[in-house]
């Protein structure tokens, strides 16, 4: 059984700038869920998807958006990057409707300058 | 709509108990528990779904008081493998699957 898998681990970006995170989920699962953590704080929720669709939007601008493929791998969008968006963004897939636990990745840690 | 954690931090000795309690303003659906080791990712203990509902994971258990929207984590004869940040998750009845985080109680086990 696979984990979740992020890439890539690291990225340093300019303000301003579009960036694009991928995430592949554990095998068996078919709901994916991204998440920034600050230094120190707990994961803030972004949003997730089943089903190739947004199935609940946390707080954040529109500038973030996602994608979930057929094969339930995803990808985090952050466009016009602001200084604020250094974080670690995390990954998460679990089965939706389901009471289990959330598989999380190791993260990519984004840093803007 | 973020759960409420507390203590935000706890510091033990080897073989002492800790109780890590959660609590949300909203009608809970259920509610998740991790620990998240430093530069490391979440890494899920237990879910909790009925009111009453206790579980337990070796020396860590937890419970849930659907009434009270609250749950506790209780942690028995630390060890010091027990050290790190622990996250509730909480979802709430009609959005199932959006689970949000308190700002976590940071644990550490001294020997």
């Known amino acids: 059984e696979t984990g979740v898998t992020q890439s890539p681990t690291h990225l340093i970006k300019t303000r301003g700038q579009q960036v694009t995170l991928r995430c592949s989920s554990q095998?068996?699962?078919?709901?994916v869920s991204w998440y920034q953590q600050a230094l120190g704080q707990g994961p803030q929720f972004i949003f997730q998807?089943?089903?190739?669709?947004?199935?609940g939007r946390g707080n954040f601008p529109p500038r973030f958006s996602g994608l979930q493929f057929p094969n339930y791998s995803s990808e985090l969008n952050v466009n016009a990057l602001e200084l604020d968006d250094s974080a670690l963004y995390l990954c998460?897939?679990?089965?939706?409707?389901?009471?289990?636990?959330?598989?999380f990745g190791s993260g990519t840690r984004l840093t803007v300058v | 709509q973020q759960p409420v954690q507390s203590p935000q931090a706890v510091i033990l000795r080897e073989g002492e108990d800790a109780v890590i309690n959660c609590s949300s303003s909203k009608a809970l659906y259920s509610v998740h528990w991790y620990r998240q080791k430093h530069g490391e990712a979440p890494v899920f203990l237990m879910i909790?779904?009925?009111?009453?509902e206790q579980k337990g994971h070796e020396k860590i258990s937890a419970s849930f008081n659907e009434k009270k929207q609250q749950s506790s984590l209780y942690l028995t004869a630390s060890q010091l493998s027990y050290s790190g940040t622990y996250f509730c998750g909480t979802t709430i009845r009609g959005s199932q699957g959006n689970l949000i985080f308190g700002k976590g109680t940071k644990l550490s086990v001294k020997p």
């Open positions: 998807y089943y089903r190739e669709e947004e199935n």
């Open positions: 095998s068996g699962h078919n709901t």
């Open positions: 998460a897939s679990s089965l939706v409707d389901r009471a289990y636990g959330y598989t």
């Open positions: 909790l779904l009925k009111g009453g």
